[in-house]
C-alpha cells in the first residue's frame, strides 16, 4: 500500500529527473532536522518538482534534536543568510521567530484565503502559528506523546495497559521480576538536558492540575503540586523501573531501545510507530500497544503538543515560491502521505479517518482527541531560556546532582523574572 502511494505520485518523477534539472529557474533549499523523517520529506519534494519543472528543491538536513536545530539557525538567521528559503521549526518556536523577525508573514500570501486556510487545520496548530495577529508559519505534522508498551509482555503476564502511574510502576515491576533479564528496561523517558525533558516535567504537573503560569502570565509554580512531578520520577527511579541512567536518555535513544526489545514501555512521539513497525532491525513489530498517558487519576491524562511547522525566512530571495511550496507541504495530500510514510500525525481532523491512513496506523483512530486536548508549553519570546532552567533542573534532579527542592528552588527563582 505505502509503494503504491508514492508510485503513483513519484512515477513521473523519475523519468523527469534529469529534464527537471535542466528547467529548473528557481532553486529553494529546505532545512530539516534529522529526526522529523528527511527521507520522507525528500520523497515529498520529489513529487512537488515532478509538478513544478521550473523550481528546484534541496533538502538540508541538520541537528538530531531540537536544541542542535535552532542553536544552527541562530547563527544562519542573526546574520541574515539568505541561503535557507523554508525552515522546519518546533511547534515552540512561532513565537520566537515572529519577535526576531526571521519569518515571513504569511498573510498577504494566503490573502482572501487566509481565514478558510487556518480553519482546517486542527486547532492548537492554528493557534500556534498566528502571533499577534499574523500568520508565521503553516503546520507539518502534528505530535502528542503517548505511551508504547510492549503489548505482547503485557498480556504474557496477566498486566493491563496503566491508566494511572500506579498501575504502571506496579505492571511493569511484575513483569520485570517475572522476565528477569538485566537489560530490559521498564519505562524511560526524555531525561537528558533537551527539549522532551521539559514535558517530563509539565506531563505530570497539569495532570495534577497545576500550570506553569496563570492566565495574565504570571509565574505560578508554587506548593505542592509543583513538586509532585520530582517525586513521580524519584519513585519510578527508586524502585527500579526507570533505568539508572534516566539523565542520558533522549528522545531517539527511547525509541532505539524499545525498538531492540531492551525496553517495556516509553513515554514518546508519534514517528515511533512506524519505526517499530517497519524498520528491517525491528524486534517488536507486531508487539506493540500504543494508550494515553497514565495519570494520577483514571481519567486525567494530560500529554505536550509537538508538531513541527513551516516557516519562510525572512531573508530569502524566493519568497513567492518558497510559499507556494510551503502550502503543499502543509496540504491534505501530504499530511495522509507523512502519516502512511512516517506515522506523522496529521494537521487536518479529516486525515484521521482516511482508510489507508488507518490501515498503515491503526491507533489513530483514538489518537485525534488526544492530539487536540494536548497542552502547550509556554508561549513566549524567551522560550529558550524557559526550557533551559526547566530541563537543566529536571536533569539534575535525575542525576542525582540535585534534590526536588534544591531543583524547584532554582526553577523558581529563575523564571520568576520571565514571567513577572
Same mark, same amino acid.
Given at each position: 500500500?505505502?509503494?503504491?502511494?508514492?508510485?503513483?505520485?513519484?512515477?513521473?518523477?523519475?523519468?523527469?529527473?534529469?529534464?527537471?534539472?535542466?528547467?529548473?529557474?528557481?532553486?529553494?533549499?529546505?532545512?530539516?532536522?534529522?529526526?522529523?523523517?528527511?527521507?520522507?520529506?525528500?520523497?515529498?519534494?520529489?513529487?512537488?518538482?515532478?509538478?513544478?519543472?521550473?523550481?528546484?528543491?534541496?533538502?538540508?538536513?541538520?541537528?538530531?534534536?531540537?536544541?542542535?536545530?535552532? @542553536?544552527?539557525?541562530?547563527?544562519?538567521?542573526?546574520?541574515?543568510?539568505?541561503?535557507?528559503?523554508?525552515?522546519?521549526?518546533?511547534?515552540?518556536?512561532?513565537?520566537?521567530?515572529?519577535?526576531?523577525?526571521?519569518?515571513?508573514?504569511?498573510?498577504?500570501?494566503?490573502?482572501?484565503?487566509?481565514?478558510?486556510?487556518?480553519?482546517?487545520?486542527?486547532?492548537?496548530?492554528?493557534?500556534?502559528?498566528?502571533?499577534?495577529?499574523?500568520?508565521?508559519?503553516?503546520?507539518?505534522?502534528?505530535?502528542?506523546?503517548?505511551?508504547?508498551?510492549?503489548?505482547?509482555?503485557?498480556?504474557?503476564?496477566?498486566? @493491563?495497559?496503566?491508566?494511572?502511574?500506579?498501575?504502571?510502576?506496579?505492571?511493569?515491576?511484575?513483569?520485570?521480576?517475572?522476565?528477569?533479564?538485566?537489560?530490559?528496561?521498564?519505562?524511560?523517558?526524555?531525561?537528558?538536558?533537551?527539549?522532551?525533558?521539559?514535558?517530563?516535567?509539565?506531563?505530570?504537573?497539569?495532570?495534577?492540575?497545576? @500550570?506553569?503560569?496563570?492566565?495574565?502570565?504570571?509565574?505560578?509554580?508554587?506548593?505542592?503540586?509543583?513538586?509532585?512531578?520530582?517525586?513521580?520520577?524519584?519513585?519510578?527511579?527508586?524502585?527500579?523501573?526507570?533505568?539508572?541512567?534516566?539523565?542520558?536518555?533522549?528522545?531517539?535513544?527511547?525509541?532505539?531501545?524499545?525498538?531492540?526489545?531492551?525496553?517495556?514501555?516509553?513515554?514518546?512521539?508519534?514517528?515511533?510507530?512506524?519505526?517499530?513497525?517497519?524498520?528491517?532491525?525491528?524486534?517488536?513489530?507486531?508487539?506493540?500497544?500504543?494508550?494515553?498517558?497514565?495519570?494520577?487519576?483514571?481519567?486525567?491524562?494530560?500529554?505536550?503538543?509537538?508538531?513541527?511547522?513551516?516557516?519562510?525566512?525572512?531573508?530569502?530571495?524566493?519568497?513567492?515560491?518558497?510559499?507556494?511550496?510551503?502550502?503543499?507541504?502543509?496540504?491534505?495530500?501530504?499530511?495522509?502521505?507523512?502519516?502512511?510514510?512516517?506515522?506523522?500525525?496529521?494537521?487536518?481532523?479529516?486525515?484521521?479517518?482516511?482508510?489507508?491512513?488507518?490501515?498503515?496506523?491503526?491507533?489513530?483512530?483514538?489518537?485525534?482527541?488526544?492530539?487536540?486536548?494536548?497542552?502547550?508549553?509556554?508561549?513566549?519570546?524567551?522560550?529558550?531560556?524557559?526550557?533551559?532552567?526547566?530541563?537543566?533542573?529536571?536533569?539534575?534532579?535525575?542525576?542525582?546532582?540535585?534534590?526536588?527542592?534544591?531543583?524547584?528552588?532554582?526553577? @523558581?527563582?529563575?523564571?520568576?523574572?520571565?514571567?513577572?
Amino acid at each position: 500500500m505505502k509503494k503504491t502511494l508514492v508510485t503513483a505520485l513519484l512515477g513521473a518523477a523519475l523519468s523527469m529527473a534529469a529534464t527537471g534539472d535542466l528547467m529548473a529557474q528557481t532553486t529553494l533549499r529546505i532545512f530539516t532536522g534529522g529526526q522529523q523523517r528527511p527521507d520522507v520529506m525528500k520523497q515529498i519534494v520529489d513529487v512537488y518538482m515532478q509538478r513544478n519543472p521550473g523550481v528546484k528543491v534541496e533538502v538540508e538536513v541538520g541537528g538530531a534534536t531540537s536544541e542542535q536545530q535552532q @542553536q544552527y539557525l541562530n547563527t544562519v538567521l542573526a546574520s541574515r543568510d539568505s541561503t535557507l528559503d523554508v525552515v522546519l521549526i518546533d511547534v515552540i518556536r512561532p513565537a520566537q521567530w515572529a519577535a526576531a523577525q526571521w519569518a515571513e508573514p504569511l498573510d498577504s500570501y494566503l490573502g482572501a484565503e487566509k481565514d478558510a486556510t487556518m480553519a482546517r487545520y486542527v486547532a492548537a496548530y492554528r493557534e500556534a502559528n498566528i502571533v499577534n495577529g499574523k500568520v508565521i508559519a503553516l503546520p507539518y505534522f502534528a505530535d502528542a506523546q503517548f505511551l508504547y508498551y510492549r503489548k505482547d509482555l503485557f498480556e504474557k503476564h496477566g498486566v @493491563q495497559p496503566p491508566k494511572t502511574w500506579t498501575e504502571l510502576r506496579d505492571g511493569l515491576k511484575k513483569i520485570m521480576d517475572a522476565e528477569k533479564n538485566p537489560n530490559l528496561s521498564g519505562f524511560q523517558t526524555a531525561g537528558a538536558p533537551i527539549e522532551g525533558t521539559v514535558c517530563t516535567y509539565l506531563v505530570p504537573l497539569w495532570e495534577l492540575g497545576g @500550570q506553569l503560569t496563570d492566565a495574565s502570565g504570571k509565574l505560578t509554580l508554587t506548593g505542592e503540586t509543583a513538586r509532585k512531578p520530582f517525586d513521580l520520577w524519584g519513585d519510578l527511579k527508586s524502585s527500579g523501573v526507570l533505568p539508572s541512567n534516566i539523565a542520558e536518555i533522549v528522545t531517539d535513544r527511547m525509541r532505539q531501545n524499545y525498538q531492540a526489545g531492551n525496553l517495556i514501555s516509553t513515554m514518546n512521539w508519534g514517528y515511533v510507530w512506524n519505526r517499530v513497525e517497519n524498520d528491517a532491525d525491528s524486534v517488536v513489530k507486531g508487539k506493540t500497544g500504543v494508550v494515553p498517558m497514565p495519570a494520577y487519576e483514571a481519567g486525567k491524562s494530560a500529554t505536550c503538543i509537538g508538531g513541527w511547522q513551516l516557516a519562510v525566512t525572512a531573508f530569502s530571495k524566493n519568497k513567492a515560491e518558497a510559499v507556494k511550496l510551503v502550502r503543499f507541504l502543509s496540504s491534505p495530500e501530504v499530511s495522509k502521505m507523512q502519516a502512511i510514510l512516517a506515522s506523522h500525525m496529521p494537521v487536518f481532523p479529516e486525515v484521521y479517518t482516511d482508510p489507508e491512513v488507518l490501515k498503515a496506523n491503526p491507533w489513530f483512530k483514538d489518537a485525534l482527541p488526544v492530539v487536540q486536548t494536548a497542552r502547550s508549553r509556554p508561549v513566549t519570546p524567551r522560550y529558550n531560556e524557559v526550557s533551559e532552567i526547566i530541563r537543566t533542573n529536571m536533569n539534575a534532579f535525575l542525576a542525582g546532582t540535585k534534590t526536588a527542592d534544591a531543583a524547584l528552588s532554582d526553577m @523558581q527563582s529563575r523564571l520568576t523574572p520571565i514571567f513577572k
